[in-house]
């Protein structure tokens, strides 16, 4: 009975692990419940289809990535320490993934998104929120920083934190691509710049 009872977070799992590593058209159920060890017709007990099954796995995953994004963009410190902080475990992610298998697999989120863009409305709208959510925590830290003096006040906008949550997404994009993640030192530097630098006044043309 126990068994049974883990089932769909066995099945879960597995999606998750194998989603991120190998893409969502590559996966069919039946590789998902061999590595769950649970029999395929015990797969549509639990979910109507494998699109269902994926947006299970978007949402524990980020879930779970929510609370790290959370407790690293609050504290005592100033706005800019804590986004460093964020970026930092962000980095040491995919660093210990590639020092474990050898490969960068890179965001579970950002893979899927960029696979299924033209493709599953409701992936996408998981994907949307999930990012949505990503800019609003960045925006409110920048929020912060703007009162403690850490961010530039032209940079406070939720633009600047979709800016940030893009230049995170696509240093680990490029970072999978490369296979290694070297790359990824420079993304701290990258940030702050985004975020510390004045904006350029039009009117005056400086």
Known sequence: MGRTST????????????LHTRGYAAVGVAEICVRADVRKGSFY???ESKQALTIEVIDTHWQAQRTGWRELLTGPESALERLQ???????ETQRQGWQ??????????GNLAIELSNQEAAVQQ???????EQTELVHAALAD?????SVAPGYADRATARAVVAQIEGAVLLAK??????SLDDLWPHVRRLVTVPPTDE????
Do not use: Q
Not at 85 to 91: A, E, M, P, S, T
Not at 100 to 109: A, H, I, K, M, S
Not at 177 to 182: C, I, N, P, Q, T
């Open 7 to 18: 089932a769909r977070d066995r099945l879960r799992d597995s999606a998750c692990e194998l």
């Open 177 to 182: 691509l490369a296979g290694g993640v070297g």
């Open 100 to 109: 474990e298998t050898g490969r960068v697999d890179g965001c579970l989120l």
């Open 203 to 206: 009117s005056t043309g400086n």
């Open 126 to 132: 998981r994907l949307t929120a999930a990012f949505a």
């Open 145 to 149: 920083g703007v009162r403690d003096g």
């Open 85 to 91: 902080r964020l970026i930092g475990w962000l980095v």
């Open 45 to 47: 007990h639990f979910f």
